[in-house]
Nanobody, 128 residues
Framework: QVQLVESGGGSVQAGGSLRLSCAAS??????????VGWFRQAPGKEREGVAT???????NYADSVRGRFYTSKDNVKNTLFLQMNSLQPEDTAMYYC????????????????????WGQGTQVTVSS
């Protein structure tokens, strides 16, 4: 049973940084053959893709975060990371990690329903 637990959220002022982590458990070879990603959902808005990373490390980012956010993973420690820099109030949302097993990411960043496994989320709040 795949389990994902996010951490690292919090409240920061605009221009600040946060680093989110997503710890995976319940199976081995985390991320080595999977598409793993970050999504976010603000109140009253649909869930949107933030970043994805393939088993071979190829990344994809939403236009709104490209150049500010960076995702990486540690397949040995079964952990996914999201480094968020130059945070803006519009980045305020609940952030989730998700896994699509045995798959490349392709354009799944735009399709949250393609990911069967989700964490509970961690809140990020950016004040102006």
């Amino acid at each position: 049973q795949v389990q994902l637990v996010e951490s690292g959220g919090g409240s920061v002022q605009a221009g600040g940084s946060l680093r989110l982590s997503c710890a995976a458990s319940g199976y081995t070879d985390f991320g080595s053959t999977d598409c793993v990603g970050w999504f976010r959902q603000a109140p009253g808005k649909e869930r949107e893709g933030v970043a994805t990373i393939d088993g071979d490390g190829i990344t994809n980012y939403a236009d709104s975060v490209r150049g500010r956010f960076y995702t990486s993973k540690d397949n040995v420690k079964n952990t996914l990371f999201l480094q968020m820099n130059s945070l803006q109030p519009e980045d305020t949302a609940m952030y989730y990690c998700a896994v699509r097993r045995l798959s490349r990411c392709y354009v799944f960043i735009s399709n949250p329903r393609a990911f069967p496994y989700w964490g509970q989320g961690t809140q990020v709040t950016v004040s102006s």
